[in-house]
């Protein structure tokens, strides 16, 4: 399993941005992909996942970012709206496979206040 996501970049607080990840490689709709995120000095910690069409998102997020998938060409996408300064830092891409994870390389996000 390989995992290519795009999409970070700076933006303004307040601002939005959409991340994509395309999953190659035997990929199941009933296995999760989904995001999480690392701020410099912290812990990596779940930001959304989508399982067979249920999500899962971190308090701090609910109701500005939605996650989404198209199982058609195995992507998953984050759309984040109303982002903060908080919400700096790098997001990576996840697949939840039965025997272990799956990381993709992981991509900026940096908002600015």
């Known amino acids: 399993v390989q995992l290519q996501a795009s999409g970070g970049g700076l933006v303004q607080s307040g601002g939005s941005l959409r991340l994509s990840c395309a999953a190659s490689g035997t990929i199941s709709r009933y296995n999760g992909l989904g995001w999480y995120r690392q701020a410099p000095g912290q812990q990596r910690e779940l930001v959304a996942t989508?399982?067979?069409?249920?999500?899962k998102y971190a308090d701090s997020v609910k109701g500005r970012f939605t996650v989404s998938r198209d199982n058609a060409v195995n992507t998953v996408y984050l759309q984040m709206n109303s982002l903060k300064p908080e919400d700096t830092g790098v997001y990576y891409c996840?697949?939840?496979?039965?025997?272990?994870?799956?990381w993709g390389q992981g991509t900026q996000v940096t908002v600015s206040s």
């Open positions: 996840v697949y939840l496979s039965l025997l272990r994870p799956y």
């Open positions: 989508v399982t067979n069409g249920d999500t």
